[in-house]
């Protein structure tokens, strides 16, 4: 059953929220884990982050596929133009982002001769061949494509709350869990 077309239906919303969620914790493992010296522990959470990315890359994919399936609910129609451009690229761009993250990381321990075997079961093959320099760049890769999601993920929370608060529409709360509420509220 389809929702109401001024809401996401109910996958798109657990994709959403579950993205949220892994992409946090993942930007938050991979600050920790870098200033950590040599250890057991530190290699455990390299693991960790690795099984992760590969699980955002998966999971960004479906969401991909989904969002082409089943476009998102439109903009209020007082929304102004450039907002609806910013909106577009802007998820487009944290689309891109969800998927060219965990490839620089997976590139980059391919090129740094460090096997990646998810959840410490299935092997992921190597990209590229060992080559440490090119390992070096590749880190550096990702760690900008990181600052880039990061400051995206600001501005879509800022654009979310500027909507709820601001223009007092129903752009966030068309993302949000369906609860039931009061006559007269915004639902």
Same mark, same amino acid.
């Given at each position: =059953?389809?929702?109401?077309?001024?809401?996401?239906?109910?996958?798109? &919303? !657990?994709?959403?929220?579950? =993205?949220?969620? +892994?992409?946090?914790? !993942?930007?938050?493992?991979?600050?920790?884990?870098?200033?950590?010296?040599?250890?057991?522990?530190?290699?455990? +959470?390299?693991?960790?982050?690795?099984?992760?990315?590969i699980t955002v890359?998966?999971?960004?994919?479906? @969401?991909?596929?989904?969002?082409?399936?089943?476009?998102?609910?439109?903009?209020?129609? !007082?929304?102004? @133009?450039?907002?609806?451009?910013?909106?577009?690229?802007?998820?487009?761009?944290?689309?891109?982002?969800?998927?060219?993250?965990?490839?620089?990381?997976?590139? =980059?321990?391919?090129?740094?001769?460090?096997?990646?075997?998810?959840?410490g079961v299935i092997?992921?093959?190597?990209?590229?061949?060992?080559?440490?320099?090119?390992?070096?760049?590749?880190?550096?890769?990702?760690?900008?494509?990181?600052?880039?999601?990061?400051? +995206?993920?600001?501005?879509?929370?800022?654009?979310?709350? &500027?909507?709820?608060?601001?223009? @007092?529409?129903?752009?966030?709360?068309?993302?949000?869990?369906?609860?039931?509420? @009061?006559?007269?509220?915004?639902?």
């Amino acid at each position: =059953m389809s929702p109401p077309n001024n809401r996401y239906t109910s996958t798109a &919303k !657990t994709l959403h929220w579950l =993205m949220a969620v +892994l992409l946090l914790g !993942t930007l938050a493992m991979g600050f920790y884990m870098t200033d950590l010296p040599f250890s057991p522990e530190k290699l455990q +959470l390299y693991s960790w982050h690795k099984w992760a990315g590969i699980t955002v890359f998966l999971l960004a994919l479906i @969401r991909l596929a989904w969002r082409l399936r089943y476009p998102p609910p439109p903009l209020p129609a !007082t929304t102004p @133009r450039w907002q609806h451009w910013a909106s577009h690229t802007a998820h487009w761009a944290l689309y891109a982002l969800m998927l060219a993250i965990p490839l620089s990381g997976w590139l =980059m321990s391919s090129a740094k001769g460090v096997p990646t075997v998810w959840f410490g079961v299935i092997p992921i093959p190597d990209l590229l061949s060992r080559d440490l320099a090119l390992g070096e760049t590749l880190q550096t890769v990702h760690i900008t494509l990181n600052w880039l999601l990061i400051a +995206l993920l600001i501005a879509h929370v800022g654009a979310a709350l &500027k909507h709820h608060w601001l223009d @007092r529409d129903t752009v966030l709360l068309r993302m949000l869990p369906q609860f039931k509420h @009061r006559q007269g509220e915004l639902s």
